[in-house]
């Protein structure tokens, strides 16, 4: 099992970056691919961006494409997503979760979340 804490939300202006980090525990973390999530209020939650075991493969949904980028230091066990030029859209709380394969959008172990407002 892995246990999954995020960090690094906040309050920040339309236009504005943001860094989330999320740290896991265990020493299986490299053999996982890792995902962010978000889940807006009153919205389901939603698959954001995803990277490989080793971190050589990424992928993005187009809303965030161009302006987040995830990336991970196997050494330090965490996963991180920049948030650049941040919208009010972008305002949800971010979940980080291991995914069962590369090519999953459906989370396995999950982080408490930390949230994200982006104001106008």
């Known amino acids: 099992q892995v246990q999954l804490v995020e960090s690094g939300g906040g309050l920040v202006q339309a236009g504005g970056s943001l860094r989330l980090s999320c740290a896991a525990s265990?020493?299986?973390?490299?053999?996982?691919?890792m995902g962010w999530f978000r889940q807006a209020p009153g919205k389901e939650r939603e698959f954001v961006a995803r990277?490989?075991?080793?971190?050589?493969?990424?992928y993005y949904v187009d809303s965030v494409k161009g302006r987040f980028t995830i990336s991970r230091d196997n050494a330090k066990n965490t996963v991180y997503l920049q948030m650049n030029s941040l919208k009010p859209e972008d305002t949800a709380v971010y979940y980080c979760?291991?995914?069962?394969?590369?090519?999953?959008?459906?989370?396995?172990?999950w982080g408490q979340g930390t949230q994200v407002t982006v104001s106008s």
């Open positions: 265990g020493r299986t973390f490299s053999s996982y691919a």
């Open positions: 979760a291991t995914l069962r394969t590369y090519g999953s959008r459906e989370g396995h172990y």
């Open positions: 990277i490989s075991e080793s971190g050589g493969r990424t």
